[in-house]
C-alpha cells in the first residue's frame, strides 16, 4: 500500500532563506507526483507536477525533484518571502490507478 | 477558462437536513473527484467519476451521502440526512483524460452542520 510522508509537519524560517520541504513515497512505481499549496481557509493550487520519467521540474522561485528509486521528492524554495507561507501538499498518483495518495503536508511560516 | 467552479462557498445548515454541494469542472476534463478536508483526517477521496460514470465510491462514508454526474460539466454531492460530525471541507477537482497533467481543485465548500 503507497503511503506518502512529509517531514517536516512544520517550518517557520527567516525571510529571504532558501528551504527545502521533503515527500517520501513507499512505493516507487508512481506515474507522477505534484505538489500543491494550500493558504488557510482556502483550496489547493498546484505549484509542480514531475512525471515518473523526470528528475525535476522549475516554476520561477521553486524546484521540485523527483528520486523514483528513493522513494523521494523535495520541493525547494528559494529566496523565500511572506506570501509563501502557506501549508504544502505532496501526492503521487500512483501506476495503477488514478487517485491521488496524499501526504500530511509542511505548514510553512516565513517571518517577516 | 474559469477554473473547477464549486458552490456554495459556505454552508451551514441544522443537523438532519440535506445538503446538496455543486461542482462545475473544467471543460474537457474526462475526470471528476470529490474529497473532503478536516484537520483529524485530512483529505479523503470520496469518490471520483470518468466520462459522468462513477468509477470507486468506496470512499463514501455512508448511505447518507450520494453522488452523480448527469453530464460532463456538472456534478453534484449529496448528504442526506447530515449530522455534525459531516462538518468539514468538501472539494471538487478535475483532470483531463491524460492524467499526466494533474489535477485542478475548485476553492471549496466549508460545510458546518449545527
Known amino acids: 500500500k503507497q503511503e506518502v510522508t512529509q517531514i517536516p509537519a512544520a517550518l517557520s524560517v527567516p525571510e529571504g532563506e532558501n528551504l527545502v520541504l521533503n515527500c517520501s513515497f513507499t512505493?516507487?512505481?508512481?506515474?507522477?507526483l505534484q505538489w500543491f499549496r494550500q493558504d488557510p481557509g482556502k483550496g489547493l493550487t498546484s505549484l509542480l507536477l514531475?512525471?515518473?520519467s523526470q528528475r525535476e521540474q522549475t516554476s520561477g522561485r521553486l524546484n521540485a525533484s523527483l528520486d523514483k528509486s528513493s522513494g523521494r521528492s523535495t520541493l525547494y524554495i528559494a529566496a523565500s518571502q511572506p506570501g509563501d507561507s502557506a501549508t504544502y501538499l505532496c501526492?503521487?498518483?500512483?501506476?495503477?490507478?488514478?487517485?491521488?495518495?496524499w501526504g500530511a503536508g509542511t505548514k510553512l511560516i516565513i517571518k517577516p | 477558462d474559469a477554473g473547477v467552479i464549486q458552490s456554495p462557498r459556505h454552508e451551514v445548515t441544522e443537523m438532519g437536513q440535506e445538503v446538496t454541494l455543486r461542482c462545475k469542472p473544467i471543460?474537457?476534463?474526462?475526470?471528476l473527484f470529490w474529497y473532503r478536508q478536516t484537520m483529524m483526517r485530512g483529505l479523503e477521496l470520496l469518490i471520483y467519476?470518468?466520462?459522468?460514470?462513477?468509477?470507486?465510491d468506496s470512499g463514501m462514508p455512508e448511505d447518507r451521502f450520494s453522488a452523480k454526474m448527469p453530464n460532463a460539466s456538472f456534478s453534484t454531492l449529496k448528504i442526506q440526512p447530515s449530522e455534525p460530525r459531516d462538518s468539514a471541507v468538501y472539494f471538487c477537482?478535475?483532470?483531463?483524460?491524460?492524467?499526466?497533467?494533474?489535477?485542478?481543485f475548485g476553492s471549496g465548500t466549508r460545510l458546518t452542520v449545527v
Open positions: 477537482a478535475s483532470s483531463p483524460p491524460d492524467r499526466g497533467n494533474g489535477y485542478t
Open positions: 471543460s474537457g476534463h474526462d475526470y
Open positions: 467519476f470518468n466520462n459522468n460514470v462513477p468509477i470507486d
Open positions: 512505493d516507487s512505481a508512481i506515474y507522477n
Open positions: 514531475i512525471q515518473s
Open positions: 501526492a503521487v498518483t500512483p501506476g495503477s490507478n488514478y487517485q491521488l495518495i
